[in-house]
């Protein structure tokens, strides 16, 4: 229901968009999330945004430089990735929260998550 595209290589230094299209129900008045997993290490946390946009929440690693946001017309959530590193190499995974009432440290959960997408692979060359 969730699927994660554009992923891709790309040099140090350069930008990348992710996206996460929903289907076969409406994710509008979910909470959406990314996370990332990298060879040999645990998933972590990368971004998240509330319903309406408003809100949106980074780790610490990606702050100021990738941005999250959505459109919920189309059903879709989309990763801007500027200024990528090679420790950005990961599996970058696309997940909806059913509940909105999280506070942003439980966003960051990836417990609180009841749907994910299928993972798109972000390799930074140095």
């Known amino acids: 229901q969730l699927q994660a595209s554009g992923g891709g290589l790309v040099q140090s230094g350069g930008s990348l968009s992710v996206s996460c299209a929903a289907s076969?129900?409406?994710?509008?008045?979910?909470?959406m999330g990314w996370f990332r997993q990298a060879p040999g290490k645990e998933r972590e946390f990368v971004a998240a945004?509330?319903?309406?946009?408003?809100?949106?929440y980074y780790a610490d690693s990606v702050k100021g430089r990738f941005t999250i946001s959505r459109d919920n017309a189309k059903n879709t959530v989309y990763l801007q990735m500027n200024s990528l590193k090679p420790e950005d190499t990961a599996v970058y995974y696309c997940?909806?929260?059913?509940?909105?009432?999280?506070?942003?440290?439980?966003?960051?959960?990836?417990?609180?998550?009841?749907?994910w997408g299928q993972g798109t692979l972000v390799t930074v060359s140095s």
């Open positions: 945004i509330r319903w309406n946009g408003v809100s949106t």
């Open positions: 997940a909806a929260a059913r509940r909105n009432g999280y506070s942003a440290y439980e966003l960051q959960g990836d417990y609180k998550y009841d749907y």
């Open positions: 076969g129900r409406t994710f509008s008045s979910y909470a």
